[in-house]
């Protein structure tokens, strides 16, 4: 029985990116905890998110395990990082999905398929339907499009250099985390 059959409604949720929207981003990956910087602006966004009641899901590929360039130690120490940064400044985030595997290893978890999309709402117990799904690569926009959820661009990471071989650029274009959980916040006090 899904909440909406109980009578009570379907929480809402986001789904965050982590490199490139939350923390910086590098071409040779994000291998250790000292490399490992926030984009400013990132806590807080996160921070209103979870402190307005909403379910905060970040969902990222981690292809540099596979790659043996990143240890599974390293990973899990800026993890726990980033959740110590969110619950310091007064905020939560529900769970934290990664793929592991490279882009030949066949998984049905690597963006832009949407194993890591569907995990987190079946772990967390929200739905998909619009559920924003924010992030700075086509992969990403790409599984929030395969589960009806809301794709939503950020300029930061990769962001510039998706849109610059986009068609046309995406309905929900943001300069940044914080610039689009404010969009979502005044959106859903609105509605």
């Known amino acids: 029985m899904t ?11 986001v789904i965050l990116d982590r490199d490139g929207v939350i923390n910086h981003d590098s071409d040779a990956y994000i291998k250790s905890l000292q490399e490992w910087r926030t984009i400013p602006g990132s806590i807080d966004a996160i921070v209103r998110l979870s402190r307005a009641g909403w379910i905060v899901a970040v969902c990222t590929n981690q292809s540099g395990i596979a790659r043996g ?3 599974p130690t390293e990973l899990t120490a800026m993890h726990d990082r980033l959740r110590e940064l969110v619950r310091t400044a007064g905020g939560d985030i529900n769970g934290i999905f990664v793929c592991p595997h490279g882009p030949e290893d066949g998984c049905d978890c690597r ?5 890591l999309l569907l995990k987190a709402s079946q772990a967390l117990g929200f739905s998909l339907a619009g559920t ?4 700075d690569s086509a992969r990403d926009l790409e599984a929030a499009r395969r589960v009806g959820a809301r794709p939503i661009l950020v300029r930061t990471g990769k962001g ?3 849109l610059s071989y986009m068609p ?6 943001h300069a940044d985390l914080a ?9 859903s006090e609105r509605n």
């Open 160 to 162: 510039e250099r998706t």
């Open 168 to 173: 046309e650029p995406p309905e929900d274009l």
């Open 3 to 13: 909440l909406e059959q109980a009578g009570r409604p379907t929480p809402r949720a």
């Open 111 to 115: 963006k832009p398929k949407p194993g």
């Open 132 to 135: 924003p799904v924010i992030g």
């Open 69 to 71: 360039l990143l240890e």
């Open 179 to 187: 610039a689009a959980v404010s969009a979502l916040l005044d959106e």
